[in-house]
């Protein structure tokens, strides 16, 4: 027969702590169902007041757009200040959201043409750089943002990256560069012929076609 010893000390149980990625959220974000996807994921999320992305994840800063937002900024011009500044972080990306529920860009649009967004795509990747994700909605996104996380290596990064100042004459030419087919010399040459944006715009088509050629096209996006 055995007998249990009642006056033993019980064991110590033990519990393995598991470890939450951290994802830096910008506050703006708050609203987003992205959130609520990550934080099912078992993400932790610390929002803060980002001057650069709206996601950052150990030392990745990642951009993130709607398709509604992403054509709205790329008519805005705001776009192209955003691409700028998110590479101050080693590593970044740009996420394009929601390719299933909406279609991203359509020939017979009358609010923007298709070319001119395929054009702006082609630039992001080729002349800023910046890799694009496109994601079919906000679940997508989120399990993009969880497999970043779950894999990349922590290392240093500032949290407080500067926004890029210009001056005026870098601010004009950085805004024609944002134009799809429209690089730093052409740029340059408008500028130097027509001497501001507003000239650009004004200028009958066709004289504009006589400085540049056919990339001169792309203004009729302004009319």
């Not at 519990?15 to 994921?41: A, Q, T, W, Y």
């Not at 929002?47 to 996601?55: G, P, S, T, Y």
């Not at 001119?116 to 906000?138: C, W």
Request: cysteine-free; charged content about 30%.
């Amino acid at each position: 027969m055995i007998f249990e010893n009642i006056f033993s000390k019980p064991k110590k149980r033990t519990f393995k702590i598991i470890d939450r990625p951290k994802i830096l959220v910008d506050n703006r974000e708050k609203n987003s169902l992205v959130i609520s996807e990550l934080m099912h994921l078992g993400l932790e999320i610390e929002f803060q007041q980002l001057k650069v992305a709206d996601f950052i994840s150990k030392g990745v800063a990642i951009e993130r757009k709607t398709i509604n937002d992403f054509i709205s900024s790329m008519l805005n011009k705001r776009l192209f200040k955003q691409l700028e500044e998110i590479k101050q972080y080693p590593k970044y990306f740009l996420i394009i959201e929601g390719i299933e529920e909406q279609e991203l860009y359509n020939d017979s649009s009358e609010r923007v043409n298709a070319n001119a967004i395929r054009g702006m795509i082609l630039s992001i990747i080729l002349n800023y750089q910046v890799p694009i994700i496109f994601t079919k909605d906000e679940k997508d996104t989120a399990q993009f943002i969880n497999v970043l996380a779950r894999k990349q290596t922590k290392k240093h990064f500032s949290l407080n990256p500067k926004k890029k100042s210009l001056n005026k004459e870098e601010q004009k030419q950085f805004i024609l560069e944002g134009f799809p087919g429209i690089g730093p010399a052409t740029a340059k040459k408008l500028l130097k012929e027509f001497e501001s944006i507003k000239g650009i715009i004004n200028t009958p088509l066709e004289k504009l076609q006589e400085a540049i050629g056919k990339k001169a096209d792309i203004f009729k996006l302004v009319d």
